[in-house]
């Protein structure tokens, strides 16, 4: 069994995106028996099919490094990785490209929703990003690809690729690509702002007080959590009593998320309280848990050199798996190199 996944390098990470991923990809290191691998990887080539920022993306990726490794990935147990250390993802997808077809690209939901009305004025790396994906997971001999509702149909064009490129090139016996499955990953609670129980917990909020940022100390996180809107009502004893109540429903949520319960177990436990009771509790529950990560998480910011040699050690071992499958594609493409 092998694992690939990827996560976009986005900076200032939040509460959100360590229940939302990373945690979700300590868990599958965690599970992984002898014999078998997981490979993570910071998407910094597919960042650039968008308009960015360079030094921005820069900074992203080693926060993201950073916060990954704090969050519990060892990198002494899993291969951690950017792609741009790793050339053979972007020369796999240019092989690729020669297989992937217009018509399959051009279904991708995905891409219209995110070229919108202006598909003209998109980038080239947009449009052709899916082959991107399906590279990034072909180049491994994957055999597990974990796949939330939004990224299903990038894997089938993964596997419609590697089948014509199969058919086309390589004999019935002798394959080049794992036709890779799919595995869904725990469901990761959907964590709300903490000023608008309506809208995702995300980095881009102007409000700095509508996200617990995994940088965040103690006493930040504390006055976040005290200051997070809800409403006078008390908190129900079900479950059905949080309905049209978003903010209490996103405070509960986040609860049970860190704690690693339900809704329904920790209504058991608070139900009739109010929020002068239930914030507190909230509050030091996210402390004791994201104290660890933010110690680590900082320290790694600050040991630039340790950073370094985590992500350049995983490149090597990425590059390394790499080549036999790279070679394979050259030669099946009668290639000379």
Request: charged share 25%; glycine share 8%.
């Amino acid at each position: 069994m092998r694992v690939v996944s990827g996560i976009q390098p986005t900076g200032n990470l939040h509460l959100g995106n360590y229940l939302g991923a990373i945690r979700n990809w300590v868990r599958m290191q965690d599970d992984m028996q002898d014999g078998e691998q997981c490979l993570f990887f910071l998407a910094d080539l597919h960042a650039i099919s968008m308009p960015h920022d360079p030094a921005e993306l820069h900074r992203g990726t080693l926060e993201m490094a950073a916060a990954v490794v704090a969050c519990g990935i060892d990198p002494h147990r899993s291969i951690l990785f950017n792609q741009a250390q790793v050339p053979a993802h972007a020369e796999m997808q240019w092989l690729l490209n020669g297989t992937a077809r217009m018509g399959w690209l051009n279904r991708m939901t995905q891409w219209k929703d995110k070229a919108g009305k202006n598909r003209e004025g998109q980038s080239v790396a947009l449009f052709a990003y899916p082959v991107l994906q399906a590279a990034d997971v072909l180049l491994y001999q994957t055999t597990h690809v974990p796949v939330g509702e939004d990224q299903k149909q990038h894997l089938e064009l993964a596997r419609d690729i590697a089948q014509k490129f199969n058919n086309d090139f390589a004999g019935e016996d002798t394959p080049v690509f794992t036709l890779p499955e799919a595995i869904t990953p725990p469901q990761a609670a959907r964590i709300m702002s903490l000023r608008d129980g309506s809208k995702k917990m995300s980095k881009s909020d102007p409000s700095e007080m509508s996200r617990i940022e995994l940088a965040d100390d103690a006493d930040t996180v504390m006055k976040k959590v005290k200051k997070a809107k809800t409403d006078p009502e008390p908190l129900p004893s079900e479950a059905g009593g949080l309905v049209g109540r978003a903010e209490a429903l996103n405070l509960v949520t986040i609860y049970a998320a860190v704690a690693d319960t339900t809704v329904e177990a920790v209504l058991g436990e608070y139900g009739g309280e109010g929020f002068g009771k239930f914030k507190p509790a909230l509050g030091e529950l996210l402390v004791e848990t994201l104290r660890p990560i933010s110690t680590r998480f900082n320290e790694l910011l600050d040991d630039r050199e340790a950073l370094d040699a985590i992500l350049a050690r995983g490149a090597s071992q990425a590059r390394e798996l790499a080549r036999p499958t790279l070679d394979a594609t050259y030669s099946a493409l009668g290639l000379v190199r």
